[in-house]
């Protein structure tokens, strides 16, 4: 076996662990936020990154930034935000400046809902990262997931 293949084998158990890692997080995060609050992991993730909107320049993300933030297509975002949309948790209209702009906004209500199931979002993502760092093959990746920058906003672009 050459150096370039076990290089390449090295990269594929790394990516299989950091994927085996996600798929964890997201199963348990999926599991207390349906049942607690009628909420999805990607609901939350959406509620969340729209509730850091802000009005002042730059403070609004369009879908496509949305979209990104929340790691999904654009026909997929579209679909997630009509159903919170129907759930009155989100509203849209249109940007003053652009016509061709939507924005989106979180309701009081979906607010009210964010608020309320984060706690329960943080314990199971406390959770789901205890477990994880019980098995060596994961503790790096939660070694490094714990020591990211909490000031850093992953949410937005």
């Known amino acids: 076996m050459t150096a370039a293949d076990t290089a390449s084998i090295g990269l594929a158990h790394g990516w299989y662990a950091l994927s085996l890692l996600h798929g964890r997080i997201e199963s348990h995060l999926e599991r207390a936020l349906q049942s607690g609050h009628d909420l999805s992991a990607r609901e939350y993730s959406l509620l969340d990154v729209l509730s850091h909107q802000h009005s002042g320049e730059g403070g609004h993300l369009r879908m496509n930034q949305v979209a990104d ?62 477990q994880a760092s019980a098995d060596p093959r994961l503790a790096p990746f939660v070694a490094t997931v714990e020591t990211v920058d909490a000031a850093g906003e992953f949410g937005q672009p």
């Open 69 to 130: 933030a929340v790691v999904l297509s654009q026909s997929a975002t579209t679909r997630l935000v009509t159903r919170l949309e129907d759930r009155g948790l989100l509203s849209r209209y249109l940007c003053a400046t652009d016509r061709r702009g939507i924005y989106t906004d979180v309701t009081p209500a979906g607010l009210a809902l964010l608020a309320e199931a984060r706690p329960t979002h943080d314990a199971a993502l406390r959770e789901a990262l205890d």
